[in-house]
């Protein structure tokens, strides 16, 4: 591994829970979701906010509510100190991975001290697209640029994984969520939102609401229901809504710091980054790119699969898991239960902008709930990117 000034250790990783497609957190703006996470975060480990020198907030939608420089206004909404800076990046579905990059190289280059590195997509509220974004010419000249479902089609067919394999990815996916959940393993990395909801009674009444716990894992699906689903993007095409990521609304943060500053406000680390990668594919295929982000991840980190316990790549479509899988021989280490262990995007939902962290607070959890040490997360990215990150567990 390269000589670094600190470590950037990750103090602590949290999310709110994830709502469903106009389910509960469709009642809340993503800066406001986002200052409760911030501000759970920055509580629960005794920082006074006006230490933190930078939120980098990942966002994809960035019109309307999300416009604006989110980053910025999260800090604003959770009244922070003005001193308290703000920043959103768009590196796609990659945006919250690549904040924690951006987080830790300011750290290891001794930039920063002490960030916020996060997200927030409320895919209800600002639907995904709904920012009218275009390409030149030039690039339509070169690349035949297709929306992601049809890549995930795409891949399904060049990587032979059939409509029987995706659907059985997805419904383990759901019963994974279903799973942890029930055994309470993400209770340590969500952070409980209050907001107010119209009463059931009465729409024009609101009720103050806490809540909790994951909205899209539909833990009552079956094999034979996902097998009935209509294809979602190709007149008999493999990929369906069953075997997509599910549209949904969140946010996520990781608390970033250097060791001297982590003493110095007697911080206890959960773990710390070790390296990233990002890798640049073809971009019509475009969701194929991860074992090139995770090889070049691992091999900043001086570690190989072997070394690798848990192993979180998102859920964009299952297609994009299997071909993972496939390319990186790593199927039966899905089987046993070393990748995604708790779900993902299809059961959990894949809220763009805050995946990236939301994936590291959920690989920190469970590296702690096994006592492992060494984990990876990675994440494809739209048009032909993907981005990934090695974790160690510090005990
Ligand atoms: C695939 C997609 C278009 C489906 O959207 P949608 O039709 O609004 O999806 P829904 O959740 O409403 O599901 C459609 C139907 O399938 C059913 N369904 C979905 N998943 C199911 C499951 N696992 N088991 C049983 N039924 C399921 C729903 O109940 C719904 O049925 P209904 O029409 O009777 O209510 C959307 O989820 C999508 O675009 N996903 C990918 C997002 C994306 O590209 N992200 C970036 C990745 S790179």
């Known amino acids: 591994m390269a000589a670094r000034r600190t470590d950037a250790l990750i103090v602590d990783a949290v999310r709110s829970p994830i709502g469903r497609k106009n389910g509960t957190l469709s009642h809340?703006?993503?800066?406001?979701?986002?200052?409760?996470?911030?501000?759970?975060?920055?509580?629960?480990?005794?920082?006074?906010?006006?230490?933190?020198?930078?939120?980098?907030?990942?966002?994809?939608t960035q019109i309307d509510e999300q416009a604006w420089n989110i980053g910025r206004n999260v800090a604003l909404t959770v009244g922070?100190?003005?001193?308290?800076c703000g920043t959103t990046v768009d590196r796609q579905c990659g945006s919250s991975m690549q904040t924690n990059f951006n987080a830790a190289a300011a750290v290891w280059s001794g930039q920063l001290d002490l960030v916020v590195s996060g997200g927030v997509e409320m895919m209800s509220r600002v639907p995904m697209g709904s920012n009218h974004g275009s390409m030149s010419g030039a690039v339509h000249e070169r690349h035949d640029i297709v929306m992601q479902g049809i890549s995930a089609e795409e891949i399904a067919a060049k990587w032979d994984l059939s409509r029987e394999d995706l659907d059985r990815y997805s419904y383990t996916s759901h019963m994974r969520a279903a799973r942890a959940t029930d055994e309470g393993r993400f209770e340590k990395e969500i952070i409980p939102v209050e907001l107010d909801l119209p009463s059931p009674d009465s729409g024009s009444t609101l009720v103050r609401t806490r809540f909790a716990v994951d909205e899209a894992v539909r833990r009552e699906t079956t094999v034979e229901k996902m097998a009935s689903l209509q294809p979602a993007f190709v007149p008999g095409g493999r990929v369906t809504a069953g075997n997509s990521s599910q549209i949904?609304?969140?946010?996520?943060?990781?608390?970033?710091?250097?060791?001297?500053?982590?003493?110095?406000?007697?911080?206890?680390?959960?773990?710390?980054?070790?390296?990233?990668?990002?890798?640049?594919?073809?971009?019509?295929?475009?969701?194929?790119?991860?074992?090139?982000?995770?090889?070049?991840?691992?091999?900043?980190?001086?570690?190989?699969?072997?070394?690798?316990?848990?192993?979180?790549?998102?859920?964009?479509?299952?297609?994009?898991?299997?071909?993972?899988?496939?390319?990186?021989?790593?199927?039966?280490?899905?089987?046993?239960?070393d990748v995604n262990p708790n779900g993902g995007g299809i059961s959990l939902g894949h809220p763009l902008g805050a995946t990236g962290a939301r994936i590291t607070a959920t690989l920190v959890s469970e590296l702690e709930r096994r006592n492992a040490r060494y984990g990876i997360a990675a994440m494809c990215i739209g048009f032909g990117q993907a981005i990934a990150g090695v974790v160690e567990r510090l005990a």
Request: include cysteine.
């Open 248 to 337: 949904v609304d969140g946010c996520a943060a990781v608390l970033v710091a250097s060791e001297e500053k982590a003493s110095a406000l007697g911080l206890e680390p959960r773990a710390r980054f070790l390296g990233f990668g990002i890798a640049g594919v073809d971009p019509h295929l475009m969701l194929h790119g991860n074992p090139q982000a995770c090889e070049r991840a691992l091999a900043k980190a001086g570690l190989a699969w072997d070394d690798i316990e848990v192993i979180e790549v998102n859920e964009a479509f299952a297609s994009v898991v299997l071909q993972f899988l496939a390319d990186t021989g790593l199927r039966e280490r899905w089987e046993a239960g």
């Open 28 to 60: 809340i703006r993503g800066d406001d979701l986002a200052a409760q996470v911030v501000n759970g975060l920055v509580e629960r480990n005794g920082v006074d906010p006006a230490e933190i020198e930078d939120i980098q907030f990942g966002c994809v």
């Open 80 to 84: 922070w100190p003005v001193s308290v």
